[in-house]
């Protein structure tokens, strides 16, 4: 059996994480390719509900990663996104998802190293928890 | 509890009288012994009908949202602070507002009085202290302090915070060790215990939105499960659908929400959805020493922020 690749949805902010991504790119920093990557224009943009589509639709793992505190580009979009992400990623524990399928993380434009390593960490620790199997909507099957 | 009924009554009929509001949104008695509706009084005559007891289990702010006459309003503590959100988030004006507020010593369980009963309840009164049940050839006491909502036993604010005048005498708060050992309790197991709680726990729900409907948080003119581009939420009993369905209410609730239980009564299967919602409370309190509603300054805990907030989640 093959080893197993874990499909991580990943939300970058336009200004910061998303230049990071590419910095990474430029630079050709290895990390492993299990990430999807959608750019958003701010962390504060990213909604519970789209977190939650994609553990619904089967991914993973999702990471979200913005700008850090006072460097948004929107003065203070992130600092919302902080609270908002604090609270939700307490009541995705508690409803019983594992612990490290949810990450988050501020990495400026010019911190292509640490997207890098920061990309390792998330798909190593998702890897290790292995498939998901909570919170994903599988249709019933009709015989 | 008959002397609140008689002050909401004489206020409510003063207020009408004199015009200072088109009408007053209160309780009348339900066609159930054990169930109070709510009630448009819009006269003087109307009036008479109102009453406050430990049967007035829903949320009034309900009823108040994007109206544009002046209004006055029956309020227990918890609901007062719903107000509060309300006025915050632009849903009513101040001085649209007469509060006539109710100092609240609890509301009764439903369920409880029903397991109590031998027969059909006609009727249910209430001295503060003691709860009489009577019905179909059977008549019981029983201490109120025992058939208490859960939420009321845990109740922080049992005074209203603003209002215009109230029905009684103050109360005295509660004092409370451990507001939130439920939750407390779900977080010391493991995640796969708490994923099979929470599955047992909304195993009967129906999908019915009343616990929605019953929220005086939930005023969106389209509810995010009524959009269907994109859909972010199924319609079907699935249980994925269910658990995303009262994680995002109660996400949509959090820092808004004063743990008043109407959802929970308003529910026809008895689900415990406040579960839900008292973790995000806990974690408001906790994190940003935030208590929903206590003053107008204050906007809700995930609308502001601090530079220092904790960051360890975040790598």
């Known amino acids: 059996m093959s080893e197993f690749e874990p499909k991580i949805i990943t939300f970058l902010c336009n200004w910061c994480s998303y230049g990071a991504a590419d910095l990474a790119g430029v630079s050709r920093f290895q990390y492993p390719p299990s990430m999807r990557v959608i750019r958003v224009p701010c962390s504060g943009r990213v909604s519970p509900k789209m977190i939650l589509s994609a553990f619904r639709k089967g991914a993973d793992g999702v990471w979200v990663s913005g700008c850090h505190p006072g460097d948004c580009h929107y003065i203070s979009g992130n600092y919302y996104a902080r609270r908002k992400f604090d609270v939700l990623n307490e009541m995705i524990e508690y409803i019983g998802i594992e612990k490290g399928r949810l990450h988050f993380s501020w990495i400026s434009s010019a911190e292509g190293v640490k997207f890098a390593a920061v990309a390792k960490d998330v798909i190593e620790t998702v890897t290790k928890l292995g498939p998901a199997k909570k919170f994903i909507k599988k249709l019933p099957e009709v015989a | ?315």
Request: with cysteine; aromatic share 8%.
């Open chain 2, 1 to 315: 509890m008959d002397a609140y009924t008689d002050k909401i009554k004489e206020i409510s009929k003063k207020i009408l009288s004199e015009g200072k509001v088109d009408v007053v949104i209160g309780f009348r008695k339900g066609t159930l012994g054990y169930m109070s509706e709510p009630y448009m009084a819009k006269s003087e005559k109307d009036a008479e009908n109102l009453v406050f007891d430990c049967n007035c289990r829903m949320n009034l702010v309900n009823y108040v949202t994007n109206r544009k006459d002046k209004v006055g309003i029956v309020v227990k503590g918890c609901d007062s602070r719903n107000l509060v959100t309300h006025i915050i988030e632009n849903k009513i004006k101040r001085d649209q507002l007469y509060i006539i507020g109710v100092p609240c010593t609890g509301l009764a369980d439903k369920k409880a009085l029903l397991d109590l009963a031998e027969g059909e309840i006609t009727s249910v009164e209430d001295d503060n202290e003691t709860i009489t049940i009577k019905g179909d050839g059977f008549e019981k006491k029983v201490a109120k302090k025992d058939v208490l909502q859960s939420n009321c036993k845990t109740c922080i604010k049992r005074n209203p915070v603003i209002f215009d005048e109230l029905a009684g005498a103050e109360v005295p708060e509660l004092e409370i060790t451990d507001r939130f050992a439920d939750v407390d309790e779900v977080e010391k197991m493991s995640a796969d215990e708490r994923w099979n709680f929470f599955g047992e726990l909304l195993s009967e729900c129906t999908r019915c939105y009343a616990c929605r409907n019953a929220c005086p948080l939930c005023y969106c003119p389209t509810c995010f499960v009524d959009e269907s581009r994109p859909q972010w939420v199924g319609k079907s009993d699935n249980d994925t659908d269910v658990l995303t369905y009262h994680f995002l209410r109660a996400f949509h609730d959090a820092g808004r929400c004063t743990d008043c239980g109407a959802c929970e009564a308003a529910c026809p299967m008895d689900i415990k959805m406040r579960y839900f919602t008292r973790k995000t409370i806990k974690d408001c309190v906790e994190k940003y020493g935030f208590e929903t509603g206590m003053e107008l300054e204050q906007r809700p805990a995930l609308d502001q922020y601090k530079i220092n907030d904790p960051n360890e989640f975040i790598k």
